[in-house]
C-alpha cells in the first residue's frame, strides 16, 4: 500500500521501504546506507537491515535500523546469514508492512530478496524486490560457478534489476543473462554539501605533510582487485619528481603485502597508512590528486567523492570509470596497467597547480550535474511506483 499526502498543488506518494544492505567499508554499503538516509528525508518510512552497524553511522539518524541476528549454531560452519536476513525482513513486513524490497549487493542479498517474496506472497500478497548490483558482485562472483545459477535465478525473480552504470548493466546482460527490460541505470551519487573543498583543514594538512609537499591519496577497502601495489609503484616514480606524500585511507586482506612493499621500495617515511575513516572528506579535502588503479570499477565512489572535493581523480581506463570521469577535464584515464603513465599523469598534475585546480573545479560541477542524491532518490522512486 502506498501512502497518498495531497495538497492544492501536488500529490506525493510516501512508500515503506526497506533496505537490505552490507555493513562493511564498501561502496555497496554506503551507498545502500545513503540512499536510505535520502529516502527518509523525502518523507518515506524506511526500514535498514544489516548484519551489523553501518559503516557511516551518520545516516542511520532518520531510518528504523534493524540488526540481522547471527544466528550460530554448531553443527553449522557459519551463520545462514541469507535464512536469517530473509526470516528478518519477512517479520517486519508482517508487522509494520512494507510497499518495496530493495537489497544491494547479488551475493547473497538477492537471493534473501526472493526468499522474502515467496514468505510474504504466501501470507498477505506480493512484496516487489529491487536489487541493486554495485560490481564485483556481478563481475567477480556471480558471473562464476558456484553462484551464477542461483543469482541469475534470483535476479528473474526480482521486478527490477539496478545497475550503478550503464558498464555493469552490459556485463548483468551478458555475463548473466539478465533481459534488458528488468535492467534499470541509476548512477552511484554523492553528497556535495558534505564532501567539499571547504572541509579544508589546514592543521590535517600540516600533520599530514610539510607545506611545500603534495599529498597523494588512495581510499578503498584494499583488496587485490583494487591494485593498491599500483599506487605504491606509481608512487615510487612520482617521488623522484615531486616533493609529495602518499595517505592510505581504508582497511582490507592486502595492507600486509603493501606495507611489505613500501618497506622493499624504502618509502617507510613519505607513506601513511591511516586504516578505516568515516569522515573520509577530511582527507580528501586536503588532498591533491586520487589515485585509482583497480583492475575494474564499476562506478568509483571514491572517485566521485574526491571529484566533489575538487581533487582529480588518475585511474585505469576500466570499467565504468569513463562514465565517472571525463578524461583531460577532470581528470586522467591511462592505460592499464601502465603504473608509469599513472605516474606521469600524476607528475603533471602536481607541478601544475592551475591546472590541477582548473581539473578539481570541473570535476566538482560534474558531480553537481549528474550524481546527485536528489536526482538518484527520484530515479528509484518512480521506479519503485511502477513495480507497485
Keep these: 500500500m502506498l501512502y497518498v499526502s495531497t495538497t492544492l498543488f501536488f500529490v506525493r506518494y510516501f512508500v515503506r521501504i526497506g533496505v537490505l544492505v552490507r555493513p562493511g567499508m564498501g561502496g555497496a554499503g554506503i551507498v545502500g546506507c545513503s540512499?536510505?538516509?535520502?529516502?527518509?528525508?523525502?518523507?518515506?518510512?524506511?526500514?535498514?537491515?544489516?548484519?551489523?552497524?553501518?559503516?557511516?553511522?551518520e545516516y542511520l539518524e532518520l531510518v528504523e535500523f534493524h540488526r540481522i541476528p547471527k544466528g550460530r549454531y554448531h553443527t553449522l560452519p557459519a551463520p545462514p546469514s541469507t535464512l536469517l536476513a530473509a526470516t528478518k525482513i519477512s517479520q517486519l513486513a508482517s508487522t509494520k508492512g512494507l510497499d518495496v524490497l530493495n537489497t544491494h549487493y547479488a551475493?547473497?542479498?538477492?537471493?534473501?530478496g526472493y526468499l522474502v517474496r515467496q514468505m510474504r506472497r504466501s501470507k498477505s500478497g506480493n512484496l516487489p524486490v529491487v536489487n541493486t548490483c554495485h560490481g564485483t558482485d556481478v563481475y567477480v562472483l556471480a558471473s562464476k560457478e558456484p553462484y551464477r545459477d542461483?543469482?541469475?535465478?534470483?535476479?528473474?525473480?526480482?521486478?527490477?534489476?539496478?545497475?550503478?552504470?550503464?558498464?555493469?548493466?552490459?556485463?548483468?546482460?551478458?555475463?548473466?543473462?539478465?533481459?534488458?527490460?528488468?535492467?534499470?541505470?541509476?548512477?552511484?551519487?554523492?553528497?556535495?554539501?558534505?564532501f567539499s573543498r571547504e572541509k579544508f583543514d589546514p592543521q590535517l594538512r600540516h600533520k599530514l605533510a610539510p607545506p611545500t609537499s603534495k599529498i597523494v591519496i588512495h581510499a578503498s577497502n584494499m583488496r587485490p582487485i583494487k591494485r593498491v601495489q599500483d599506487v605504491i609503484r606509481a608512487f615510487s616514480v612520482i617521488r623522484r619528481e615531486?616533493?609529495?606524500?602518499?595517505?592510505?585511507?581504508?582497511?582490507?586482506?592486502?595492507?600486509?603485502h603493501i606495507k611489505k612493499l613500501v618497506e622493499e621500495l624504502n618509502l617507510r617515511k613519505e607513506v601513511k597508512f591511516?586504516?578505516?575513516?568515516?569522515?573520509?572528506?577530511?582527507?580528501?579535502?586536503?588532498?591533491?590528486?586520487?589515485?585509482?588503479?583497480?583492475?575494474?570499477?564499476?562506478?568509483?565512489?571514491?572517485?566521485?567523492?574526491?571529484?566533489a572535493c575538487e581533487v582529480p581523480t588518475v585511474a585505469y581506463r576500466v570499467g565504468g570509470l569513463p562514465e565517472t570521469i571525463e578524461n583531460g577535464r577532470t581528470g586522467f584515464l591511462v592505460r592499464f596497467p601502465d603504473i608509469n603513465e599513472m605516474a606521469q599523469k600524476t607528475i603533471e598534475l602536481l607541478l601544475d597547480d592551475e591546472k590541477r585546480m582548473e581539473m578539481g573545479a570541473a570535476a566538482r560541477s560534474l558531480v553537481i550535474e549528474k550524481f546527485s542524491p536528489s536526482e538518484a532518490r527520484e530515479r528509484y522512486i518512480k521506479l519503485f511506483e511502477e513495480i507497485k
Design 274 to 307: 591511516l586504516g578505516a575513516q568515516r569522515a573520509v572528506e577530511r582527507f580528501l579535502a586536503v588532498s591533491d590528486v586520487l589515485l585509482l588503479p583497480s583492475k575494474v570499477e564499476s562506478s568509483s565512489l571514491a572517485a566521485l567523492e574526491a571529484s
Design 107 to 112: 551475493v547473497p542479498h538477492a537471493v534473501a
Design 150 to 194: 542461483i543469482v541469475k535465478f534470483a535476479l528473474e525473480e526480482c521486478e527490477a534489476v539496478v545497475a550503478v552504470s550503464e558498464f555493469l548493466a552490459k556485463v548483468i546482460r551478458r555475463k548473466i543473462g539478465i533481459d534488458h527490460s528488468k535492467i534499470r541505470v541509476i548512477r552511484n551519487f554523492v553528497d556535495a554539501n558534505r
Design 242 to 256: 615531486v616533493e609529495a606524500k602518499l595517505i592510505l585511507v581504508g582497511e582490507g586482506p592486502f595492507i600486509p
Design 35 to 57: 540512499l536510505s538516509f535520502e529516502f527518509a528525508v523525502a518523507g518515506h518510512t524506511v526500514h535498514l537491515f544489516s548484519e551489523g552497524t553501518p559503516f557511516r553511522k
